[in-house]
């Protein structure tokens, strides 16, 4: 691993609030690296501007002040250069499966015999072979979460980005979708950027943890993840696991307190407006 693939650096987000001359930001100053082939996580409490950071990532939105470069290069909106999976799967329901991790071929023009091998091997790749055939509603949501990665990878992009991708999802298989991501990610070599709000998630899936503080959204502190995950096999029940999770909850501690009392301060605002229309 060598080389930074995306710098963010001095990023600014603000709204523009409806019927007031002010704005609203939701990020400030965000300044982070990531490697090339690095996994790292944003962590942060609601309402930090995780989900506005990935937009501004994904292209979808433009920073305030401040850039952010993929390989140098200012990213100034979509590109099949960074593959994005998010908290609902955003499967084409008319598409079967293979049919739909194929739908960033067809964008590069990628010849159709060629695709299909291509989604053969990514449905492989994440375990679902024999399933290419089936449609959205007739898989379940893990597995629906499955082909949203194998699509987001068979374009081949320099970044992975991953907004809370296993939150909707039941314990069980977010911890198996979690072994499952860690495996793709050790053996396409793929940089991934991947937000969430749990810090169990982070410790086990990051090389490295960001910590974002409550609105706006800052770098509180970057934490290096040092665990052993091949020779342990209940790496969440060890003690090294157990550290470094207490480490990070007490950098989050008071953002989540203070988050909760933004969000309290914020509906009580809006209740003496409402009382005075």
């Known amino acids: 691993m060598s080389g930074v693939k995306l710098a963010l650096s001095g990023v600014r987000k603000d709204f523009p609030v409806r019927g007031e001359n002010a704005a609203f930001t939701a990020l400030e100053d965000i300044t982070v690296d990531v490697r090339d082939g690095e996994f790292l996580v944003l962590v942060g409490p609601s309402g930090s501007g995780k989900s506005t950071l990935l937009d501004l990532l994904g292209g979808l939105s433009k920073p305030t002040t401040g850039q952010i470069l993929l390989d140098g290069a200012p990213i100034t909106g979509p590109g099949l250069d960074r593959g994005i999976v998010f908290q609902q799967y955003a499967l084409l329901p008319w598409r079967t499966a293979r049919t739909n991790i194929e739908f960033g071929l067809e964008a590069k023009g990628i010849r159709r015999r060629e695709r299909r091998q291509i989604a053969e091997h990514y449905l492989e790749l994440v375990g679902l072979?024999?399933?290419?055939?089936?449609?959205?509603?007739?898989?379940?949501?893990?597995?629906?979460?499955?082909?949203?990665?194998a699509r987001s990878l068979a374009f081949d992009p320099e970044v992975l980005l991953m907004d809370e991708p296993f939150a909707a999802l039941d314990a069980q298989t977010r911890?198996?979708?979690?072994?499952?991501?860690?495996?793709?990610?050790?053996?396409t070599g793929k940089t991934i950027l991947f937000i969430t709000h749990g810090i169990d998630e982070a410790v086990y899936l990051g090389q490295r943890v960001a910590v974002l503080t409550s609105r706006p959204g800052r770098v509180k502190a970057v934490v290096d993840i040092a665990l052993d995950r091949d020779g342990d096999a209940d790496i969440r029940s060890s003690e090294s696991f157990r550290e470094v999770r207490h480490h990070i909850w007490s950098l989050l501690r008071?953002?989540?307190?203070?988050?909760?009392?933004?969000?309290?301060?914020?509906?009580?605002?809006?209740?003496?407006?409402?009382s005075h229309v």
Request: charged share 30%; aromatic share 6%.
């Open 254 to 274: 008071d953002e989540v307190a203070r988050a909760q009392g933004q969000e309290t301060a914020a509906l009580a605002a809006t209740d003496r407006r409402a």
């Open 175 to 187: 911890e198996s979708l979690q072994d499952e991501l860690l495996r793709i990610w050790k053996t």
């Open 129 to 149: 072979a024999g399933f290419g055939d089936r449609y959205p509603h007739e898989l379940s949501g893990g597995m629906k979460q499955r082909v949203a990665i």
